[in-house]
């Protein structure tokens, strides 16, 4: 269906598919093709069969809790064709639905502070995103999101973002996004790496309960939307 959204052909469609039921070999690399990655069939892949995700996200908010217009304003900026904005994003929405659906994925959220006040879009849009993720965070039972301040030093997720994926019939594996390619790693010395960066990062991670408050606080300073403490204290109730 979200092949289908892009405006892929059928043969192509074919060919992607095959290369995301092959996402388990060890270190598949994907790389870009015009239009859309070729990665995004593998991670939509990922998202639905797994069980559990753990993202870490320092720049940009996370993917699956991107609001459209954040998503939109991202490909805008991207240069592309006024065709391919809307197809992405359609996907990008479609893809929360492994948070929404009757069994939904785990997901543990990882994600830095400077995601928070780098500004991408309007300032109203960037305050319906940030309530977005106090949303999710909230009503979302299964989410876990937890913010993560800068300066406090070095920790494995300096060398950039990675999503660890759990399966209940298959290995785990860790996926890199990048700007226009992606790669999906299953060796298992580094699988268990990367749950020990996991680890390792979340020392330096507020609370959930204190994440929420603390994107509140980045509304009130960057955006000076003074309400939302008012309408926490009243959810808090």
């Known amino acids: 269906m979200i092949l289908a959204v ?16 092959n996402a388990s070999e060890p270190n598949w690399l994907t790389v870009g093709m015009p239009g859309i990655p070729q ?19 320092p720049m940009i908010m996370p993917g699956l809790l991107q609001t459209a217009d954040y998503v939109r304003t991202i490909a805008i900026a991207d240069g592309q064709p006024k065709h391919d904005v809307e197809s992405r994003v359609m996907v990008r929405l479609a893809r929360r639905e492994v948070l929404t659906r009757r ?6 959220v990882l994600v830095g502070e400077v995601a928070l006040r780098q500004p991408i879009g309007t300032p109203d849009m960037m305050i319906e995103q940030l309530r977005y993720l106090i949303k999710a965070s909230v009503e979302y039972p299964n989410v876990n999101l937890r913010v993560v301040p800068t300066r406090v030093g070095w920790h494995p997720g300096t060398a950039g973002s990675f999503a660890l994926y759990e399966f209940p019939d298959s290995p785990p594996f860790v996926h890199f996004e990048h700007y226009s390619s992606g790669a999906f790693v299953t060796n298992s010395d580094d699988i268990e ?14 609370s959930p309960a204190d994440s929420t408050n603390f994107i509140a606080q980045v509304i009130v300073e960057e955006y000076q939307e003074n309400d939302i403490r008012d309408q926490m204290a009243q959810e808090h109730v």
């Open 6 to 21: 892009l405006g892929t052909g059928p043969s192509e469609r074919e060919r992607i598919l095959d290369l995301a039921k």
């Open 193 to 206: 790496a990367y749950r020990k960066a996991v680890a390792a990062i979340g020392q330096y991670a507020y």
């Open 103 to 108: 069994e939904p994925a785990k997901f543990d």
């Open 39 to 57: 990665q995004l069939a593998g991670a939509v892949e990922s998202e639905r069969e797994a069980s559990a995700i753990v993202y870490w996200s």
